[in-house]
């Protein structure tokens, strides 16, 4: 128990850190900074091209403080999007990631939908991949 009796808390903290750790090694980057700010603009991107049921069934996967980042800006009047190409969706996220030294593009993205397959059930990975454009699918 902790000091303050806010295990929920650590527990978020620590499941956050689990997955955030898990895709540094992915991607082989030294900064954790720069993996939760992948992270973080890879799953909004994804939730925008989602219904807003399919975004809650997934988002009850996700730890607790990704879940928020998740929905963090989230406007439902302008989901899903229009821009539905694998081109758009690459180029939504390395307009996010700004000049990160790290980032290298879709292999990077990839590495961020690995982490989702291996931490989310295989219903909801199959669920979600049928609600996405097929060109982001691949």
Not at 90 to 101: C, T
Not at 104 to 132: H, P, T, W
């Amino acid at each position: 128990m902790t000091a303050q009796g806010l295990e929920v808390i650590d527990h978020a903290v620590q499941h956050t850190h689990e997955w955030v750790n898990e895709l540094a090694g992915r991607l082989g980057w030294g900064s954790k900074r720069s993996t939760l700010h992948l992270m973080r603009a890879v799953l909004r991107r994804l939730r925008d091209h989602l219904q807003p049921e399919e975004m809650a069934q997934m988002s009850a996967q996700l730890p607790l403080l990704i879940r928020g980042m998740f929905f963090e800006g989230w406007v439902p009047a302008h989901t899903p999007i229009h821009a539905r190409g694998a081109n758009d969706f690459a180029d939504a996220i390395k307009e996010e990631m700004g000049l990160d030294a790290e980032y290298e593009g879709s292999g990077d993205i990839r590495c961020v939908f690995e982490v989702l397959n291996a931490r989310l059930s295989a219903g909801e990975v199959n669920d979600v991949r049928a609600n996405l454009p097929e060109a982001v699918r691949a």
